[in-house]
């Protein structure tokens, strides 16, 4: 089975502009989950889809935001972007079928000038 | 509130020494899901093992052991003849459901072996 995929893998934005990155699920699985990982602050939780509705958000402006498509294939998008969006931005996918993992997918990074 | 402390920001050993990373977690809920991921260079979170509050019985994967303790809200991770490709940050990490909900990461420990 193949892995989790995110496209592109880097990017390179100026402030102000906005960014959309995309998740590519494991087959089969339903819940997509977003996190930014910083240096300073870690891994954190950004917002969780599943059967493309939202269920958990984590505590991130509204500038950033997402969605998910009837393939469970999700993106993210990040507007008005800061020098603080610069991190490694990773998704994780799940079969939401009691107990299970999340598996993550290389990552973007994405770099903020 | 969920929270999980990694004391150990960087560890470095010499090949083929044993290794211990230590994880602590706080939460109120009564079931609840530890994991261990690890992550290479690379960036990508390889998922390791993942425990649910009521097994507490040591696991054991080759070079790879876990050591959970409810009693001291514990999950050690012990990594035996450590190699260099062991060389990665290690995440230990909590939720209270599995699979879909958000996961509290600690802040990772950075673990070097030296050849």
């Known amino acids: 089975k193949a892995g989790v995929t995110q496209t592109p893998r880097y990017l390179i934005k100026t402030r102000g502009q906005q960014v959309t990155l995309s998740c590519s699920p494991i087959?089969?699985?339903?819940?997509v989950s977003w996190y930014q990982q910083t240096p300073g602050q870690g891994l954190q939780f950004l917002f969780e889809y599943f059967s493309e509705t939202q269920r958990n958000k984590g505590n991130f402006p509204g500038r950033f935001s997402g969605r998910q498509f009837s393939n469970s294939r999700s993106e993210m998008n990040v507007s008005t972007l800061e020098l603080g969006d610069s991190a490694l931005y990773l998704c994780?996918?799940?079969?939401?079928?009691?107990?299970?993992?999340?598996?993550f997918g290389p990552g973007t990074r994405l770099t903020v000038l | 509130a969920q929270k999980v402390t990694q004391a150990q920001t960087e560890i470095s050993v010499v090949e083929k020494e044993d290794v211990t990373l230590d994880c602590v977690y706080e939460t109120r809920d009564t079931t609840y899901y530890l994991f261990w991921y690890k992550q290479p260079p690379s960036g990508e979170l390889v998922f390791l093992i993942r425990r649910n509050s009521f097994d507490e019985q040591n696991e054991i994967s080759g070079r790879y052991s876990w050591n959970f303790q409810k009693s001291t809200s514990s999950f050690n991770f012990t990594i035996t003849a450590s190699q260099v490709v062991d060389s990665a940050v290690y995440f230990c990490?909590?939720?209270?459901?599995?699979?879909?909900?958000?996961?509290?990461f600690g802040k990772g420990t950075r673990l070097s072996v030296i050849a």
């Open positions: 990490a909590l939720s209270f459901n599995s699979g879909n909900t958000p996961l509290v």
């Open positions: 994780a996918s799940s079969s939401d079928r009691p107990p299970d993992t999340q598996y």
């Open positions: 087959s089969g699985h339903r819940s």
